[in-house]
């Protein structure tokens, strides 16, 4: 499956973002989706997840209050979303869509796709 994500942006901080995830080759709704992202010169971490029929979704901890971001997937439109609200400039990295297991570990994901920037300015 390759998958092409998009969205990304300058945003001052509070502002919103919604980042999306297009896939082809094979069709999101065999696998679980999950959002990454990886900050200049820190490691890549997990953001999001969402599993196979969308009915589940999984939060990192930096983003699950106040229902900041949210993930959903569109099985007719093979796209995967990240909606994101009330940004912080700790939120500024490069964000990655993968598909594979549900879950928080990177090794679950076996397709990855390209990184979209996100810049929260302060």
């Known amino acids: 499956v390759q998958l092409q994500a998009s969205g990304g942006g300058l945003v001052q901080a509070g502002g919103s973002l919604r980042l999306s995830c297009a896939a082809s080759g094979r069709t999101v709704s065999n696998y679980a989706m999950g959002w990454f992202r990886q900050a200049p010169g820190k490691e890549r971490e997990f953001v999001a997840s969402?599993?196979?029929?969308?009915?589940?979704?999984?939060?990192a901890d930096s983003v699950k209050g106040q229902g900041r971001f949210t993930i959903s997937k569109d099985n007719a439109k093979n796209t995967v979303y990240l909606q994101m609200n009330s940004l912080k400039p700790e939120d500024t990295a490069a964000y990655y869509c993968?598909?594979?297991?549900?879950?928080?570990?990177?090794?679950?994901?076996?397709?990855w796709g390209q990184g979209t920037l996100v810049t929260v300015s302060s």
């Open positions: 993968a598909a594979g297991n549900y879950g928080s570990n990177l090794k679950q994901y076996a397709y």
């Open positions: 969402i599993n196979w029929s969308g009915l589940n979704t999984y939060y």
